[in-house]
């Protein structure tokens, strides 16, 4: 008999009193029996360990009621989630213990009822680690069985166990590690973002965890918004937490799983790092539970027979087909849909994941277009705005109080998004990996600047549902009334993910990056804390701005267009403008960059001039063919005096003309 029981959620506690979801870091281990399947009663034992300095462990352990066979019970140590404690795991320990075996569990140092300050899921907690195993293995008299060790978490949980056996000196069996990739604490801040979910984890109160003094800064730091809190966060986060320089020094096996939609931790963490273990491992990235990912009915029954076998074969001398399967084991997100969630599709690979796709560019064109040609730009390019419409006075820490919603919040922060789209699919079309943008920008804010981009499936009935994510700020901006043209190029949070034939991509540019499907988790935050610094990041639409998707069914650059149906019609604009239209340039006054909007209802030839107060033009900004369609277009008064000027715009028979203002 198996067991495959799931933790009831636990409450948490914030500092700031802000909403976390119930179980923000809870971890559901699975239990394995017996191969005999002859449960045992147990016996509860709770007792201490006294650390190297001086701070006391609070642990617990399960003993069968029967006499241990020679060389002492099959031993599990299970170690929680940040935030929770020994009582998170006792019953999950009973339960494998009635199965024959000897499981332990403890608080970790600051949290639960164990004394010290926790230096959040450092090599402080995983030295604390080797002791608290190194004490067991002296329990011979209880029943332990000192060969036969294995240790198993999840985020906490898992990082500990294997930095530990990284460091050297974890003398145990086998080690399951889930959903802690060895960068983790880099994860929480790529791309110069912070994920909400690191905010919430600083932020317990002392009855749940209690806190060093540099972690104990590190929300001050983030609240402060500013250069010198974001330079301090970089540095001491991941400092001694990450591990990926020591991952090759790990001899233990290993049982690797990772969640493509981990709300914590990016799984490119291990696509990137993983040929760095070099012990006996088996590997499996998609439905994981833990840390607001989807779950799986099938993926689960595949999870317990998988978990079975390293069991069997690393406490109880089974042969089983653990190292011989393909040794990276993955799932698909899929159409259909259930209870409103992807599905899933299994699948596997002998090689690296990350080498079996191979880049599909599509380049953001004008028009809201997504394409595998880059946009047929002019002299000058074709822009797009993705404004930061907030109130001066608005803080992070009011945003984060106010939860993102309500009035406040919408009178202060305006939500704005920009969408493109490629034309249908020709086939199915699996993107496996980490996609990748590289982005040409002018930002017009002050020191930050942020871009957040969701991937989407369209399906032809119009339905669009998320895919994945990329996000990233510029914490070097540096805009002083003179913005420099910029270009970077930065990688998102991986995915498998199965678009079926005649589904659109989408591209959703937007200030904040939130979803309708992670409000289970997220209810109405994002997944990455927000730029609170007005301004107007201007997307220039040429050949260096596109997105890299990690396509296994495509064909790549070489072929990419077969891709998509025909491209010559390429998206049947159903948003297309019904009048000719002039916008206000913005900002105004500006200098010496603006961005002037237009509309074109049908196709004409559009002028676009710039005019001086004594009528004398300046600058032909437009002189070309357009079809219908929005457009931005960026003028650069640089070489200008500072004074009124004026824009016409004429296609066909419209015309209009409008006045900005230039202040240098």
Same mark, same amino acid.
């Given at each position: 008999m198996l067991l495959f029981l799931f933790s009831n959620p636990i409450n948490l506690f914030s500092q700031q009193t802000i909403y976390k979801p119930a179980n923000l870091d809870t971890w559901n281990p699975q239990l394995v029996g017996n191969p005999s399947d002859n449960p045992y009663t147990a016996t509860r034992t709770d007792f201490t360990i006294t650390l190297r300095d001086g701070v006391i462990i609070d642990c617990l352990k399960w003993i069968p009621n029967a006499p241990a066979p020679v060389g002492g019970w099959p031993t599990v140590i299970m170690v929680h989630g940040y935030g929770d404690h020994k009582e998170t795991l006792s019953?999950?320990?009973?339960?494998?213990?009635?199965?024959?075996?000897?499981?332990?569990?403890?608080?970790?140092?600051?949290?639960?009822?164990?004394?010290?300050?926790?230096?959040?899921?450092?090599?402080?907690?995983?030295?604390?680690?080797?002791?608290?195993?190194?004490?067991?293995?002296?329990?011979?008299?209880?029943?332990?069985?000192?060969?036969?060790?294995?240790?198993?978490?999840?985020?906490?949980?898992?990082?500990? +166990?294997?930095?530990?056996?990284?460091?050297?000196?974890?003398?145990?069996?086998?080690?399951?590690?889930?959903?802690? +990739?060895?960068?983790?604490?880099?994860?929480?801040?790529?791309?110069?973002?912070?994920?909400?979910?690191?905010?919430?984890? #600083?932020?317990?109160?002392?009855?749940?965890?209690?806190?060093?003094?540099?972690?104990?800064?590190?929300?001050?730091?983030?609240?402060?918004?500013?250069?010198?809190?974001?330079?301090?966060?970089?540095?001491?986060? +991941?400092?001694?937490?990450?591990?990926?320089?020591?991952?090759?020094?790990?001899?233990?096996?290993?049982?690797?799983?990772?969640?493509?939609?981990?709300?914590?931790?990016?799984?490119?963490?291990?696509?990137?790092? #993983?040929?760095?273990?070099?012990?006996?491992?088996?590997?499996?990235?998609?439905?994981?539970?833990?840390?607001?990912?989807?779950?799986?009915?099938?993926?689960?029954?595949?999870?317990?027979?998988?978990?079975?076998?390293?069991?069997?074969?690393?406490?109880?001398?089974m042969q089983t087909n653990v190292f011989t399967m393909a040794k990276y084991q993955y799932a698909s997100t899929i159409a259909p849909f259930d209870a409103g969630n992807w599905t899933f599709s299994h699948d596997s690979s002998a090689t690296l994941i990350k080498t079996k796709s191979t880049n599909t560019r599509l380049y953001f064109n004008d028009n809201h277009k997504l394409k595998t040609t880059a946009n047929n730009n002019c002299w000058l390019p074709d822009v797009e705005l993705l404004k930061n419409d907030v109130n001066s006075n608005y803080t992070l820490q009011q945003a984060v109080n106010d939860e993102f919603t309500g009035s406040n919040f919408n009178n202060k922060f305006k939500v704005h998004k920009v969408n493109f789209e490629t034309?249908?699919?020709?086939?199915?079309?699996?993107?496996?990996?980490? +996609?990748?943008?590289?982005?040409?920008? #002018?930002?017009?804010?002050?020191?930050?600047a942020q871009f957040n981009f969701?991937?989407?499936?369209?399906?032809?009935?119009?339905?669009?549902?998320?895919?994945?994510?990329?996000?990233?700020?510029?914490?070097?901006?540096?805009?002083?009334?003179?913005?420099?043209?910029?270009?970077?190029?930065?990688?998102?949070?991986s995915h498998s993910h199965i678009f079926s034939a005649g589904s659109r991509i989408k591209i959703v540019a937007t200030n904040l990056d939130r979803v309708v499907e992670d409000s289970a988790f997220f209810r109405n935050n994002p997944f990455v804390l927000p730029s609170m610094d007005k301004g107007v990041n201007i997307m220039l639409l040429t050949n260096n701005f596109y997105i890299d998707l990690p396509i296994i069914s495509g064909t790549g650059d070489n072929g990419s267009a077969s891709l998509f149906e025909e491209e010559s019609g390429q998206l049947v604009n159903n948003n297309a403008p019904t009048k000719f239209e002039l916008s206000q340039n913005y900002p105004n006054p500006f200098n010496p960059n603006t961005v002037i909007s237009y509309s074109i209802a049908k196709t004409e030839k559009v002028e676009l001039r710039v005019y001086d107060l004594l009528g004398r033009e300046v600058q032909t900004l437009v002189n070309d063919v357009k079809n219908p369609g929005s457009y931005n277009v960026v003028f650069n008064a640089v070489n200008l005096s500072s004074g009124v000027y004026f824009y016409r715009l004429t296609a066909g028979s419209f015309t209009e003309i409008k006045k900005m203002t230039l202040v240098k």
């Open positions: 019953e999950f320990c009973r339960a494998q213990a009635e199965y024959g075996y000897y499981t332990m569990t403890f608080s970790v140092r600051g949290q639960g009822n164990s004394g010290g300050l926790s230096n959040l899921i450092s090599r402080t907690e995983a030295e604390d680690f080797k002791e608290i195993v190194n004490f067991v293995r002296t329990d011979v008299a209880g029943g332990v069985g000192v060969d036969k060790i294995l240790v198993m978490g999840g985020s906490q949980g898992g990082a500990l +166990p294997l930095m530990a056996a990284s460091m050297g000196g974890l003398n145990v069996k086998a080690i399951i590690n889930s959903v802690a +990739p060895p960068n983790f604490a880099s994860s929480w801040i790529e791309n110069g973002c912070v994920k909400m979910t690191l905010l919430w984890t #600083i932020e317990y109160t002392p009855d749940t965890a209690r806190y060093n003094g540099t972690v104990n800064r590190m929300s001050d730091w983030i609240y402060n918004d500013n250069k010198a809190g974001w330079d301090s966060l970089s540095y001491w986060l +991941p400092k001694d937490r990450d591990f990926t320089n020591i991952l090759q020094n790990n001899t233990v096996p290993v049982l690797i799983e990772a969640a493509w939609q981990d709300k914590f931790f990016n799984a490119d963490g291990w696509l990137q790092n #993983i040929h760095l273990v070099n012990s006996p491992m088996s590997s499996y990235i998609g439905a994981v539970r833990g840390h607001g990912s989807q779950v799986s009915a099938t993926e689960d029954i595949w999870h317990m027979d998988w978990f079975n076998n390293f069991f069997f074969q690393n406490l109880w001398g034309a249908p699919l020709a086939a199915n079309t699996e993107m496996t990996g980490t +996609p990748t943008i590289k982005m040409d920008y #002018i930002a017009i804010s002050k020191p930050f969701q991937v989407y499936e369209v399906f032809p009935n119009g339905q669009a549902k998320f895919v994945t994510r990329l996000n990233y700020m510029d914490r070097n901006n540096n805009y002083n009334f003179l913005p420099n043209r910029k270009q970077a190029t930065f990688s998102g949070q």
